[in-house]
């Protein structure tokens, strides 16, 4: 469903980042690979190529007006087109309550997740433009509930969301579309760890932790990195073409919005 198309994905690592890259090679698409870690860029470029598309791996720190103006430019001389930006980069705040939170990490948080993000999607408008291509934000299941010390993460990722349905009614007239995908749990290596330290804590096993999250979510499973992937290929593909301005909650019904 991407056939020949030409994606961007900001903020790759192991988890999803790759997967969306990886799914999206799989459905056709080149792919542009922007993180800060070069060495993991190339260890996905391998796995792209390996698919039989193309990877193009542009080292990048998404905070700075040149090096993602940078990024912008390779794109554009690398594959003459883009038709899909995904902001996928975020930079986890500190855990704890607002009314206790370093202001200083915050900004730092909200630089990476947001003002990124709409620094990217300015910088890329017109080549969506010109492709009639869509941008996809990564935002998550915590704009949907209120639990202490998740209240920088909340704010970031809300900023995003309106920052998303902001940008899709000022895109919307240019032929391009901006949605946002909200995962909950994805049961990729850092929440493996994550589960496996919580069941050290609790002298149980990591299974055991596992089946009783899973037991409060409709499909008693967690998503997978790649069916989260192939939400946010939906959302940039044709098969979308009348969709902007949503968020589409992928979580295996833990909640419903």
Not at 65 to 92: H, I, K, W, Y
Not at 111 to 131: G, H, K, V, W, Y
Not at 184 to 212: H, P, S
Not at 234 to 245: K, Q
Request: aromatic share 6%.
């Amino acid at each position: 469903m991407l056939e020949d198309k030409v994606v961007v994905v900001s903020g790759v690592g192991p988890g999803l980042g790759r997967s969306i890259a990886l799914r999206g090679a799989h459905a056709g698409a080149n792919v542009v690979l922007a993180a800060r870690n070069e060495a993991r860029l190339h260890e996905v470029a391998k796995e792209v190529d390996a698919l039989g598309r193309k990877a193009l791996v542009v080292p990048t720190d998404i905070t700075d007006d040149t090096s993602a103006a940078a990024l912008r430019e390779a794109a554009l001389t690398g594959f003459g087109r883009v038709d899909a930006l995904v902001n996928n980069a975020f930079a986890m705040p500190p855990m704890v309550d607002l009314l206790e939170i370093d202001l200083e990490a915050l900004k730092t948080a909200l630089d990476t997740t947001t003002l990124a993000a709409l620094r990217l999607t300015r910088l890329f408008a017109p080549a969506l433009e010109d492709s009639g291509g869509a941008v996809v934000m990564i935002n998550s299941m915590v704009v949907r509930h209120s639990r202490r010390t998740f209240g920088a993460y909340k704010m970031a990722k809300a900023s995003l969301l309106a920052i998303s349905q902001s940008l899709a009614t000022e895109l919307g007239p240019r032929g391009v579309r901006v949605n946002s995908v909200a995962p909950g749990y994805i049961w990729a290596d850092n929440l493996r760890w994550y589960f496996a330290y919580l069941a050290k804590e609790k002298g149980v096993t990591a299974e055991e932790i596992y089946a009783e999250t899973a037991a409060t979510i409709d499909l008693r499973r967690l998503p997978e990195p790649d069916e989260v992937a192939d939400a946010v290929l939906f959302l940039a593909s044709p098969l979308a073409r009348a969709i902007t301005g949503q968020c589409l909650d992928v979580n295996g019904g833990e909640y419903h919005h």
